[in-house]
């Protein structure tokens, strides 16, 4: 059985922009163009980027929510990009997301036994006194009392529900588990509280994490390796020690020099990038960050740089590397 779990080709999703009385053509978002990387068991892989840089997309390409535009996605080896939606079910179980809000990702209508018990009743996992039991153990696992499954989601807090969404999604017993954005709408400290339940559980069951998120304090915490996305495009791909300790892209400087440091003494120099993020619906040529990168030479107007290796290890998308003064640039940076 191979290690890598999950693997992503070029992977593409456009989506067209229709308009006026007869739904006219107006143009395409790229929202993904072109994203490849893969996932072993047991890993945690972390997208970053901006808003709207496509990473929640990708998490939906990859569950099948809708179909992409080009490229391939693999689980366990097999494909699921072009299968029929009727065959997708048996696949849907090894697939789980835990959404980013806790309020409205609920049944309201529903106890949260029903909840937990809905996947396993779906798949015909269990029923009876097994379901019984396993939706017990499942409260267990997530840290939840187990007399409070005949509670309604409205009597519990954001963190409390968010632990319900997970054990929503380890009830069909998933081995992938794409998080979007699951701790954007906690508190601090309860962000800290799943963070770390997401870790033992991964630890526990063998669990592959695909973590999408803005927060870089919680990415640097939870996960084993980092993909900087922007404009629809992964720009360097890294583990966690090497992204942290020595950031290569231009974009991923500046996204690490916006992260609070919690030392008031400490001395960081913040990357202030000027311009807007471009529209995806006309991206730039060349290198999409060349309208706001502060090292942008000719060939970055031109030339779509290739994701390639670089000299600290990780693979990154950016033409500095070829250029005899790119050492003394980065580290100006």
Do not use: W
Request: glycine share 8%.
């Amino acid at each position: 059985m191979s290690a890598k779990l999950l693997e992503v080709n070029a992977l593409k999703k456009h989506f067209p922009l229709k308009g006026g009385l007869f739904g006219t053509s107006r143009g395409v978002v790229h929202a993904v163009d072109g994203v490849t990387f893969s996932l072993d068991r047991g890993e945690t892989l972390s997208i970053v980027g901006e808003s709207g840089c496509g990473k929640s997309t990708v998490g939906k390409a990859v569950l099948r929510l809708f179909r992409p535009t080009d490229g391939e996605v693999l689980l366990d080896g097999e494909r699921i990009d072009n299968i029929p939606a009727s065959k997708l079910r048996p696949l849907r179980r090894r697939m789980q997301v835990v959404f980013q809000d806790p309020f409205s990702s609920l049944n309201p209508r529903q106890r949260v036994r029903d909840v937990i018990a809905e996947p396993m009743v779906n798949f015909g996992i269990a029923r009876g006194a097994e379901l019984e039991d396993r939706v017990a153990v499942l409260m267990d696992k997530v840290h939840l009392p187990r007399d409070a499954m005949h509670r309604f989601p409205h009597e519990f807090s954001g963190g409390q529900r968010q632990r319900i969404g997970i054990a929503r999604a380890l009830a069909p017993g998933a081995d992938l588990i794409i998080c979007d954005e699951a701790v954007s709408a906690l508190d601090v400290s309860v962000k800290a509280q799943i963070v770390n339940l997401l870790s033992d559980l991964q630890d526990e069951l063998g669990l592959a994490l695909l973590f999408i998120s803005h927060d870089l304090a919680i990415v640097e915490h939870l996960t084993h390796r980092v993909a900087v996305m922007y404009l629809g495009k992964i720009v360097e791909l890294a583990d966690r020690r090497t992204l942290f300790a020595t950031p290569h892209h231009p974009y991923t400087r500046a996204l690490l020099s916006a992260v609070p440091v919690p030392d008031p003494t400490a001395q960081r120099q913040r990357i202030i990038l000027r311009g807007d993020v471009p529209s995806p619906i006309n991206p730039p040529s060349g290198c999409r960050f060349h309208t706001r990168c502060p090292f942008a030479f000719d060939r970055c107007t031109a030339e779509e740089p290739a994701l390639r290796q670089v000299p600290g290890g990780q693979v990154a998308a950016c033409h500095l590397d070829e250029v005899p003064a790119a050492a003394n640039i980065a580290s100006a940076a």
